[in-house]
């Protein structure tokens, strides 16, 4: 008897220590299997129709997401417009006149609730989005795991101290990533992000100008576009290579001293992430496999789950 009620209190607890541990796990890749199975294809069909529209916006989306996830966690809050009780995050210095694509999401957004109405998260059309994105472009696809939900509010400070600078230096980038528990491994594979899309002047003018750690062929090319004042919007890709193909070729032109921004140039600038950079300009079976990782690890940050925060119906507002 004794045995058995061993046995008992053994199975008793492993019982209750799986409720625990199923109760307590955030996010699942089949969270929509049953409540909305077109959730996957009708995000995938209006990416690429997007993308095919422009290739720009597969980088817009991809961004998207990265900068909803610095700021309070993967929570859709960056989609939020101002309103009477909070000013939303659009207009942090990181985002203004410079995030894009919320047009997209908001297409997006629709066609998912005509197949599964107050079903699928905006934060999870976010994470979607950017892999489908990334996809769409020639890189190499991942699982991406989904059950957030949506904040009720948004965080313009957080929005400005978080989101890491252009400007930034190593020590800066690697302490900003540490902040969101991502790895320097982490940061230097999510960088590779910028193989696609596009920057504005205001955000590579002092590089161009007056850094000695640059290619000068490179940095001449560039002054054409983007004088000493003015033009702030006129845009370089921040590919010189390839800059609607994912691929490594962001990492290949690193090691040719010509990474548009300060901080990209940073990753490989006779410091501690130069071997990095090595690796994935040679093997980009290495980067994929390191940045879907990375991805994986930047979108469990903060997620609300369960009973936290909502299902918005249109991505811009609260329910």
Request: glycine letters at 6%.
């Amino acid at each position: 008897m004794a045995r058995l009620s061993s046995y008992k209190i053994s199975w008793l607890f492993l019982y209750f220590f799986t409720l625990v541990a199923v109760s307590s796990a955030q996010l699942s890749s089949s969270f929509y299997a049953k409540s909305c199975p077109k959730a996957l294809s009708t995000i995938r069909s209006a990416v690429n129709a997007a993308v095919n529209q422009e290739k720009r916006m597969a980088a817009s989306l991809l961004r998207l997401h990265f900068h909803d996830c610095f700021v309070q966690g993967c929570d859709g809050s960056v989609l939020l417009d101002d309103n009477s009780t909070f000013t939303g995050e659009k207009t942090a210095g990181p985002n203004l006149n410079s995030l894009r694509g919320f047009e997209v999401i908001d297409n997006i957004k629709s066609q998912v609730e005509s197949v599964c109405a107050k079903t699928v998260s905006c934060a999870d059309i976010l994470a979607v989005a950017a892999r489908d994105s990334v996809v769409a472009l020639g890189g190499r696809s991942w699982t991406v795991l989904l059950g957030r939900r949506d904040s009720l509010t948004a965080s313009l400070s957080t929005a400005n101290s978080d989101l890491p600078a252009p400007t930034s230096d190593l020590s800066t980038l690697i302490s900003a990533f540490s902040k969101k528990n991502l790895s320097t491994t982490d940061m230097i594979a999510l960088s590779g992000a910028h193989t696609i899309g596009l920057a504005r002047c205001t955000t590579f003018r002092t590089r161009i100008y007056n850094e000695t750690n640059i290619n000068s062929t490179f940095a001449t090319s560039l002054q054409a576009n983007c004088p000493t004042s003015g033009r702030d919007n006129n845009t370089a890709p921040l590919d010189t290579m390839t800059s609607t193909v994912f691929d490594v070729n962001y990492y290949k032109n690193l090691q040719a001293n010509k990474g548009l921004l300060h901080s990209d140039q940073q990753l490989f600038n006779n410091g501690s992430a130069d071997s990095q950079v090595n690796t994935y300009a040679s093997n980009s079976n290495k980067f994929f496999s390191d940045f879907a990782a990375a991805m994986i690890n930047m979108g469990n940050i903060s997620p609300l789950t369960g009973t936290n925060g909502e299902v918005r119906v249109n991505c811009r507002k609260t329910n």
